[in-house]
C-alpha cells in the first residue's frame, strides 16, 4: 500500500473531479426515505436498493439470502437484538485485472434505529430534506451517508474511466446496530480483502480502534403491596437505585485517566440503561423490575473480564443489601455482543488514509478512537486490518435532527475513491 505526499496525478485529479455531488445527494435521499429499522421489511428493501445501484455501476453483485437459523446457532455469530424474518447480503465487486482478493473494502450498513419522539424532529426523520447545506433525516450520518459516499467513489472510479488492476469491492450489511449480522454474514460467505474501510461518522478523525459494547438485562424481585402501604412491600424501583449507584461507580473506576484518544469523551467505556420497566398497577408496589442496557469493553479487554467485571459488581451490590441477598438480580447477556477491536500498529493503512484524505482537499486527520462498537471487530477478527473514516459526526446520530453535510459526503467520497486507485492500482 502506497502512501503518497505529493499532488495527486493527473489520473487522480481526473477521478476527484468525477466524484457527482448531485449524483451522491440524490442516492442518499432515496436511501434515506426507506426507513430501514432493523427487523422490518424495509431493512431488507434498502438492501436490494443497494444492490441495484452496484449492478448500475458495473459491479460483479453477489446478493443472497443470508440463513437466520444458521446465524441463531453458531458459536460465533455476533448476537441479534430485533426478529427478522429475511435478511439479505450484497456485495459489489468492481472488477481487477488479476482477478485476485480485492485489495480494498468499502463496508457500510444500512439498518438503521427507530427516530424516538417525531415532536422532537424538525421534521418527519424519514422524509429527507437537503437544508442548509446538509442531508436531514435518520440514517444520514449513521451510516447511509458513508455508504453513498463508496458507491461515489465507485462511480468516480467508473466515470474516468480507470480500470484497476486489483479488484474494489463494496460491502452493503445489515444488521450493525443490533450485533453485526450483516458483516458477519459476508464474511462468512468467504467476501475477504487485504484492508477495509468503514465510512462511519468520524467528525475529521480516523478511528483506528473502538471500545466494545455488550448489552444487557437486569431483573430484580421485590414484593407487591398496596400502594397505601407500601411500608409492607419492596419496591424494585428502589433495589434498582442501589444495584444502579454500584454500577455507575464501576462505571466511574473502569474510565482511562488519559482520554485524548477519545477526544476527551468523559465516558469511553460508558454504561447506559436504554429500557425499563417495573410494576403492572400505579397503586401497587412493583415486585418485579427489567432493566436493558450497554455496558462498555475496555480497549484490549476481553468480553469474558467485561461481563465478570458486571457480574461481580451486580454480586456485590446485592450481597450487601438486606432484601437483596436473599434475592439476588439476575443478570443475562443479551443482543449484540461487540468486542473492542484496534487496527495493528505499524498498518500502511492508516497513513495511505490520512494522505487520501488531505489530497482530496481535507485535512490530513488526526488518529482516534472510537466509544462506539462497530463491525470494524468483525474484520479484524478476520485477520483484515480496517478503520473507520466518514462524513458526519457520531454525536448527531441516534438522535433526533440528524444529519450529514454535503461537503462531508463529497469529501469521503473523494478520498475513498484517491484510496481506492492508490490501494488497487491501475491496469
Known sequence: MNVRSTEPSTREAAVLDAVDAQWAVDRLVALVAVPSLGGTAAESEAQHLVAGWLDELGTDVDRWA???????????????????????????????G???????????????????????????????????????????????????????AVRALRTAGVRLARPLAVHSVMGEEDGG??????????????????????????????????????????????????HLGVSTVKLFEHVHAALRALESGRQPADRSRFGDHPFPYGLSIGRLRAGDWASTVPDRLVAEGRFGVRLGESVEAARAAFEDCVGAACAAHPWLADHPAQVEWVGGTYASSRLPAGSPLLPAVQQAVADAGGARPPERALTAGTDLRLYASAGIPALHHGPGDLR??????????????????????????RTCGVA
Open 181 to 230: 449480522l450483516g458483516a458477519w454474514a459476508t464474511l462468512r460467505r468467504g467476501h475477504r480483502g487485504d484492508a477495509c474501510v468503514i465510512p462511519e461518522p468520524t467528525a475529521g478523525a480516523v478511528m483506528t480502534a473502538h471500545a466494545g459494547a455488550l448489552t444487557f438485562r437486569l431483573t430484580l424481585t421485590g414484593l407487591a403491596a398496596h400502594a397505601a402501604n407500601r
Open 66 to 96: 443470508i440463513d437466520l437459523t444458521e446465524a441463531a446457532a453458531a458459536p460465533d455469530a455476533p448476537g441479534q437484538e430485533v426478529q427478522r424474518s429475511e435478511a439479505w447480503g450484497v456485495v459489489g465487486t468492481l472488477p481487477g
Open 98 to 152: 488479476d482477478g485476485g482478493q480485492p485489495a480494498l473494502v468499502l463496508c457500510g450498513h444500512t439498518d438503521v434505529v427507530p427516530a424516538g419522539d417525531p415532536a422532537l424532529w424538525p421534521g418527519d426523520p424519514f422524509t429527507p430534506r437537503v437544508d442548509d447545506g446538509a442531508v436531514h433525516g435518520r440514517g444520514t450520518c449513521d451510516m447511509k451517508g458513508g455508504l453513498v459516499a463508496a458507491l461515489a
Open 396 to 421: 448527531l446520530a441516534h438522535g433526533p435532527g440528524e444529519r450529514v453535510p454535503v461537503e462531508d459526503l463529497l469529501l469521503s467520497a473523494r478520498s475513498l475513491a484517491l484510496l481506492a486507485l
